[in-house]
């Protein structure tokens, strides 16, 4: 599914639905998350477009010569969560990681009508077979935490959280 | 009586060239313990959690075939080292062997560097070391390395308690479940859990560790303990986490249990979660 075609349909995605992702995204796990904070918080602008983007919480393995980019899979989303309802506020519309997210995000998720996306941990080389392309962005100096922006072609995704705040983890959070 | 025993030299460089070699085969090969495993465990799940085993399948292969890393967190570095008594290193201590070999190792092979070089400054050492380095001084002219390259996200899920004795089995096995099940989604399931119990405080997460070490379908040599290995990859099979979290009758590979004495007040008990994604690669000099 293209990029464009879900954010217009955004409130149809179930939770549990699996979806090939087309499209483009930008890598971002915890120091990036941040320093973006950081930059909103004093009234500038983030280094790439929020406003309906797809935030990937990555930090990927360096490419080889003549390779798009390294292995390239999910980070833990969790770490994320206290930054995560200031970036919907913000506009990203679609979160990628693995794990499950808190109430509060949830509910953001639920408030902004976004969708958290989960990918398979730990079958990063079989991923980094879904990127076409890589180009860094920002924050160099963050090694493999740097933002990259990169365009990925069916990328296997669950539902994990929907834009009605169903969440697929909540029955292991007994 | 004057006795004199030979004692063997190992050249740093040698060492390092050994450490480098280890860091790009553990990242790209899955040892074929845990694949045997995820493929017989493959066949008891069905729907997600079965789509989900046979991605991590086919991940080992294409990370195999096409030497990318396994998974893009190619880990702090990690070495256990059986060091003979009979051993001499020329050329440089065996930290610093071990560190530069680190550093060729990650640079050469494309590996992520993960390391900050201070926990609350947290700007990267852009060559994954320091390694953290466990030495154990044994008998012989032998130097057997292991390296277990480790996840941070697995890693994060880990957790150790000081009991009291009361607590008894009954306690141990609370404490491993209540942490599998607040943190085990988050830790790259099917996990395999190293289970340390006794010693102090250091000692309980460093058993919990080296249990890691273990092969799938070994046990604890004491029967009690191997029961208990059982017992507890049972329970937590029974918690539904499934892998990655969304559900499944697989939620642990295998659970190793590992003992020490310990002081009559205390009862530590800690446990090491590891990812599916269980890299270790050994090699002696």
């Known amino acids: ?174 | 009586m004057k006795s004199e025993k030979a004692v063997r030299i190992i050249k740093s460089v040698e060492i390092s060239n050994t450490v480098e070699k280890l860091c790009a085969d553990a990242n790209y090969f899955l040892p074929d313990d845990i694949l045997k495993s995820l493929k017989e465990n493959a066949e008891k799940e069905t729907g997600t959690a079965k789509d989900i085993f046979n991605e991590i399948i086919k991940n080992a292969e294409i990370a195999k075939t096409e030497k990318i890393p396994l998974c893009q967190d190619t880990g702090s570095a990690n070495f256990f080292i059986k060091l003979g008594r009979d051993i001499a290193i020329d050329g440089g201590d065996i930290y610093s062997s071990v560190n530069k070999g680190v550093a060729e190792g990650y640079k050469k092979n494309y590996l992520r560097k993960s390391v900050v070089s201070d926990p609350v400054e947290r700007k990267n050492t852009c060559d994954n070391t320091p390694a953290n380095i466990y030495i154990d001084i044994v008998d012989g002219e032998n130097m057997e390395i292991t390296f277990l390259p480790k996840g941070g996200g697995s890693e994060n899920a880990s957790a150790l308690k000081m009991l009291a004795p009361s607590a008894g089995w009954d306690g141990i096995k609370d404490f491993v479940l209540s942490a599998v099940k607040e943190k085990g989604a988050n830790a790259c399931p099917p996990l395999i859990a190293g289970i340390g119990i006794g010693g102090d405080f250091a000692s309980a997460g460093y058993l919990a560790k080296t249990a890691l070490l273990r092969e799938i379908g070994s046990q604890n040599p004491s029967s009690y303990y191997g029961e208990k290995e059982k017992e507890l990859l049972t329970e937590i099979n029974k918690l539904d986490i499934g892998a990655m979290g969304l559900g499944g009758k697989i939620t642990a590979l295998a659970v190793f249990i590992n003992v020490k004495p310990c002081h009559i007040a205390s009862l530590p008990v800690a446990i090491n979660i590891q990812c599916h994604s269980c890299r270790r690669k050994t090699a002696v000099i």
């Open chain 1, 1 to 174: 599914m293209n990029i464009q075609e879900l954010l217009l349909n955004i409130e149809d995605i179930k939770a549990g639905q699996r979806i090939l992702l087309s499209g483009t995204i930008y890598t971002a796990r915890d120091a990036a998350h941040k320093r973006i904070i950081d930059i909103l918080n004093k009234g500038e602008n983030a280094p790439f477009e929020l406003k309906n983007s797809a935030v990937y919480y990555c930090g990927p393995a360096p490419a080889k010569p003549g390779e798009i980019i390294g292995a390239c899979g999910p980070t833990t989303s969790a770490r994320m969560d206290v930054f995560t309802p200031k970036m919907l506020e913000e506009g990203v519309k679609i979160l990628i990681g693995k794990g499950a997210r808190s109430e509060a995000v949830c509910d953001s998720i639920k408030k902004n009508k976004a969708v958290y996306m989960a990918a398979a941990g730990g079958v990063a080389a079989l991923l980094s077979k879904t990127v076409t392309s890589c180009e860094l962005i920002a924050f160099e100096d963050l090694g493999p935490e740097a933002v990259y922006k990169l365009e990925v072609r069916d990328m296997p995704l669950i539902a994990a959280v929907d834009s009605n705040g169903n969440d697929v983890f909540k029955k292991a959070e007994v």
